[in-house]
């Protein structure tokens, strides 16, 4: 089995590599802020920083996450709440319905910073 002999060969394929990985993550990671951007808008939160908006989407696109977002949101947090009350029924559904949006911003919040850890600095 022969073996590379060249060091510089497989350095630049690793910074390739690296490089493309970065570029895909950095992407996803753009568009993961500005759901979470969007979804705080819609819920009216701001126990996070705002992130920003991805510049390379179009207005038709941005339109469309906003509406998924808002469309899920609305969908599902009716049940949620009624669920929670039932398991605390000493808790009002106003007071429900808050700790749940912020648990639904923390973990996009979580998502963000944990695809920004992905990102490999060194070729920045």
């Known amino acids: 089995m022969a073996k590379n002999t060249n060091p510089f060969e497989s350095e630049a394929f690793e910074r390739a590599y690296v490089k493309q990985k970065n570029a895909q993550l ?3 990671l753009i568009l993961a802020q ?3 951007r969007y979804l705080m ?3 009216g939160s701001n126990i996070v920083p705002l992130p ?3 510049s390379f989407l179009s207005e038709k696109d941005k339109h469309d996450i906003k ?3 808002a469309k899920e949101y609305n969908k599902n947090i009716h049940k949620l709440v009624a669920d929670e009350q039932k398991k605390t029924p000493h ?3 106003n007071q429900i319905r808050l700790e749940i949006t912020n648990g ?3 973990y996009m919040f979580y998502y963000v910073m944990r695809l920004q850890s ?3 600095p060194s070729l920045l």
């Open 104 to 106: 639904m911003v923390y």
């Open 118 to 120: 992905q990102i490999d």
């Open 52 to 54: 920003p908006e991805a």
């Open 41 to 43: 808008e819609h819920v």
């Open 67 to 69: 509406q998924g977002i």
């Open 34 to 36: 500005t759901k979470l």
């Open 26 to 28: 950095e992407h996803d």
């Open 91 to 93: 808790c009002t559904s």
